[in-house]
């Protein structure tokens, strides 16, 4: 593994803990440090805190809470993966919305653990995402799972339909979606208002006959209305 090589077979793993809890923090802290092999490099108390103390220690994983004042888990993901790349990322949250899931996914974590595992099970799912592995509770994958499957069911009945046209800016919009942009991203990068936006977004899900924006997305590289790159 190269992450393991640039570390070091024998060094500990460097962990970073981020949760708005301090008594949660120093639970999770003090099971960790009895712990051979693993090192607590530091904590932090919310998203923002989460990204300057990972740009200042680097830790080889970070666990990460979903949901944090100040700066989200999920927004906290994506800075720590363009400013670390090398940082494992692991979800460690009580949210079992499925779109929590799907935007740490997006965001780039490489695992989402419910807090309802025991303590002790957190530094084997350390190892395993260090390890390569990409780690989902059971009951989040079960949500996972069957989203996909009615995904590719609704595309499939829809294949006997000729695919709905949509104009050339709601393809434009509908391909910054598809890069994870917000609509007040998608309105500076177009030129455009965020109410017209949100107007187009609503627009091409009432074509589709879909519900959510990632719907939208699988449904059109399904059905190869855009090619994301």
């Known amino acids: 593994m190269a992450d393991e090589r640039a570390r070091g077979d024998n060094e500990p793993i460097r962990v970073l803990i981020a949760d708005d809890h301090a008594l949660f923090r120093r639970g999770l802290n003090m099971v960790l440090e009895s712990e051979d092999g693993i090192d607590v490099v530091a904590e932090a108390e919310d998203g923002q805190d989460a990204i300057g103390k990972a740009e200042e220690f680097a830790p080889d994983v970070v666990l990460m809470d979903v949901r944090m004042p100040r700066v989200s888990g999920i927004e906290a993901t994506r800075t720590i993966r363009d400013v670390i790349p090398t940082a494992k990322i692991l979800m460690l949250t009580v949210s079992d919305e499925e779109e929590d899931l799907y935007e740490a996914i997006k965001a780039g974590a490489n695992g989402y653990l419910l807090k309802e595992i025991s303590i002790e099970e957190v ?107």
């Open 123 to 229: 530094a084997d799912a350390i190892r395993a995402v260090v390890q390569g592995q990409s780690l989902i509770s059971p009951s989040m994958a079960s949500k996972l799972l069957t989203e996909f499957n009615t995904l590719v069911k609704r595309a499939e009945e829809k294949q006997q339909f000729p695919a709905p046209r949509l104009t050339d800016r709601e393809l434009e919009v509908l391909k910054l979606v598809a890069q994870g942009m917000s609509n007040r991203e998608i309105a500076e990068d177009l030129y455009i208002s965020e109410n017209t936006v949100k107007n187009h977004v609503r627009n091409i899900l009432e074509k589709l006959h879909l519900h959510s924006r990632m719907e939208a997305v699988v449904y059109a590289v399904r059905e190869k209305l855009l090619d994301i790159t």
